[in-house]
């Protein structure tokens, strides 16, 4: 047991130890533990054997400092502790050190910049999972690089729908011949990070009203993460869509589905006192997904402007896998997770002939997705456990963008698209070139 006693003119932190004799002289089971130089010592936890006491104490210019006591040391300060185990706690004071684990090896309290102590911490010497002084606010927000980690493999499984593939093959220009090839790169830009990829594929008819296409690409995302941090992804996709425009009707029909693997390397900084550690990750992630679109061509003409409304619905699954990092003084266990989310898109596309060989197309669109929204959960080693995030989510945003398409030759085309979106799902700013060519 451990406390504080209390007489008219100080305040020491004591520790009871059953049956001994060699503690105060009024009640010899009764140790004075000391103090840091000044006048007043406050216990307040043990370890599992009762050999560590942690608490506060005065200092000798009066200023309360968190304290680890053993019998071979004393009372020392927190801070002088991590100091000979190699961690300097810099310009933070360790004010109070409220609990302490079984073994002794880990103490939690406050600190701050001064004495007010507006920082909760967790301090650690431990050969097996690293010593260290974390700031417990700071570290817990940079647990959330995984989920962040987690939206960007979301981002990539949806960009070549919403990017390459923002139209048909078949509202593209009509095929003149039987069959096409083509070849596209996007770049997105979105929360301090970026997307884009490659990609190329070839198409055909199937009669006189349906058209089918197959592509590969490879696309990467990276996202710069506090203190440094960083995450990078990169893989591969196969994509293909089927298009199809009833005969004597002026609806286009489609359906697009694609699937993906990406490699994702996930680099997390956070503070150790005066220095910042780095704790490193990989895992693999895999995603699928489909949309069905229809477009209704030609609904209304304005002078040389055709409009084109059209709607679209897709769904689609990202699966994360878990890992271990590696490094730093607070490596952590992430759990893998599952995200579905579904979308439904409102557009209309004003398809303006600006001369024989070029045509420019606004859209304006409205987007809604809703689903699972990514998460971070796992175990700190050897700490805690932990699980931020997730749950269902639910987004709508608007999206404009303009696509160019000019014709080089009789049997090749160029294209090239520019988007915007508000705050929500797509890419802050995204654009795309192409060529497809017909044979």
């Known amino acids: 047991m451990v406390g504080e006693s209390h007489n008219s003119q100080v305040v020491r932190a004591f520790r009871w130890v059953e049956g001994s004799t060699g503690g ?15 006048d007043e010592s406050r216990a307040y936890a043990l370890s599992s054997d009762g050999s560590v006491v942690v608490g506060e104490a005065f200092d000798a210019d009066g200023i309360n400092e ?6 071979g040391t004393g009372m020392i300060r927190v801070s002088d502790w991590l100091a000979a185990n ?22 939690v309290g406050q600190m701050g910049p001064t004495t007010y102590a507006d920082r909760a911490f967790i301090a650690r010497v431990d050969v097996e999972h690293g010593s260290g002084l974390m700031d417990v606010a700071e ?61 190329a594929g070839a198409c055909g008819a199937l009669g006189d009203y349906v058209v089918a296409g197959l592509g ?13 941090g960083s995450a990078r992804l ?29 490699e994702a390397n996930v680099s997390r900084a956070y503070s150790n006192g005066a220095a910042t550690d780095t704790s490193t990750g990989s895992t693999g992630i895999g995603a ?66 600006l ?35 997730g749950g269902s989510f639910g987004a709508t945003w608007a999206r404009a963008g303009l696509d160019l398409d000019h014709q080089l030759t009789a049997k090749v085309r160029f294209s090239g698209s520019l988007h915007a979106a508000t705050q929500g799902q797509d890419a802050t700013v995204s654009g795309s070139l192409g060529l497809k060519a017909v044979f």
Request: net charge negative.
């Open 24 to 38: 105060a002289v009024s009640n010899p089971q009764m140790h004075d533990l000391g103090t840091l130089g000044g």
């Open 66 to 71: 968190a304290f680890r006591w053993t019998e």
């Open 86 to 107: 190699g961690v300097d706690t810099g310009g933070m004071r360790l004010v109070t050190a409220r609990d302490i684990s079984d073994d002794g090896n880990v103490v």
């Open 139 to 199: 570290y817990t927000h940079t647990l959330l690089a995984n989920a962040r980690m987690s939206h960007m493999g979301v981002d990539l499984t949806w960009l070549p729908m919403n990017g390459a593939h923002h139209r048909p093959i078949m509202a593209q220009g009509r095929l003149a011949d039987d069959a096409c090839l083509w070849s596209v790169s996007d770049l997105a830009q979105r929360n301090n990070g970026g997307m884009g990829l490659t990609e």
């Open 216 to 228: 590969v690409g490879a696309s990467t995302a990276w996202q710069d993460l506090v203190l440094g």
């Open 234 to 262: 990169g893989g591969a996709y196969v994509v293909g869509e089927v298009d199809w425009q009833p005969d004597g009707t002026p609806l286009l029909l489609s359906l697009t589905g694609m699937l993906g693997g990406w």
């Open 288 to 353: 699928g997904m489909v949309r069905a679109r229809i477009d209704w061509q030609d609904a209304a003409l304005l002078g040389n402007v055709s409009i084109n409304p059209w709607a679209s619905v897709s769904v689609g699954r990202t699966d994360i896998g878990g890992y271990t990092e590696q490094g730093g003084a607070f490596p952590a266990q992430f759990n893998g997770q599952q995200i579905v989310q579904g979308e439904v898109r409102l557009g209309v596309t004003a398809v303006a002939e």
């Open 355 to 389: 001369t024989p060989e070029t045509t420019l197309s606004g859209t304006v669109e409205v987007a809604h997705r809703s689903g699972t929204a990514p998460a971070a959960s796992g175990q700190v080693a050897g700490l805690f456990d932990f699980g931020l995030g």
